[in-house]
C-alpha cells in the first residue's frame, strides 16, 4: 500500500494533519493508498507556495510555460500504462475502460489546450486601445473522485499554461 505525502512548493512533503483517507478499490475492496486528509495549515501552506510561486510564473514567457506542458504531456504519454493501471484501480473499471474513458482523451485534451495556447490572442488591438490578457493569480481546484485525470487535467493544464499557479485537493 503506498501512503502519499503533499506535493507542495516543487516537491513531496510531509502533511502537517495527520489524518488520512483510505483509498479502496471498489471492485477487490483492497485498500491500494492512503493519501493525506488535509487541514487548514496544510491548504494555508499550499496557496503561500502558489502565491510566492506567482509573483515570477507569472512573467514566464508563453513559450517556456508551452515548453513544459509539453514535457509533461510526453511524460503523461511515457506513463499512459501506469495511468491507466492506477485509474482501473481506483475505480474498480476494466484497463480498456480506464485507457478509453480516463486516459487516452485526456491526453488529447492536453495536446488541445498546448495547441490553444500557441493561438490564442492574449492582446487585440482596440482603436486606440490594447487589451491585454494577462495571468490573474492562484486556480483553486477541488476535485471529485469519478473521473480523476480529467478533472486535475482540466484544471492544472490552462491553469499553467495561462500563467496562473495551482492549488489542487
Known amino acids: 500500500m503506498q501512503v502519499r505525502m503533499l506535493f507542495i512548493n516543487g ?6 494533519s495527520r489524518d488520512f483517507i483510505e483509498v479502496e478499490n471498489p471492485e477487490t475492496h483492497e485498500i491500494i ?25 507569472q512573467y514566464t514567457p508563453l513559450e517556456t510555460r508551452v515548453e513544459l506542458m509539453e514535457k509533461v504531456l510526453a511524460s503523461m504519454k511515457e506513463n499512459r500504462g501506469r495511468l491507466m493501471e492506477t485509474i482501473s484501480a481506483e475505480l474498480g473499471c476494466p ?17 488541445n489546450y498546448i495547441r490553444i495556447a500557441k493561438q490564442y490572442p492574449y492582446e487585440q488591438k482596440r482603436n486606440t486601445a490594447v487589451v491585454r490578457l ?12 469519478n473521473f480523476p485525470l480529467e478533472q486535475i487535467e482540466k484544471k492544472v493544464v490552462p491553469g499553467l499554461l495561462a500563467g496562473c499557479c495551482v492549488v489542487l485537493k
Request: proline share 8%; glycine share 4%; charged share 25%.
Open 134 to 145: 494577462e495571468p490573474v493569480g492562484i486556480v483553486a481546484g477541488l476535485t471529485p473522485w
Open 95 to 111: 484497463i480498456r475502460i480506464a485507457a478509453e474513458m480516463h486516459t487516452d482523451p485526456f491526453l488529447l485534451e492536453t495536446e
Open 33 to 57: 493508498a492512503r493519501v493525506p486528509r488535509s487541514n487548514a495549515a496544510d491548504v494555508d501552506r499550499a496557496v503561500a507556495a502558489a502565491k510566492a510561486a506567482f509573483a515570477t510564473w
Open 11 to 16: 516537491k513531496w512533503t510531509e502533511p502537517i
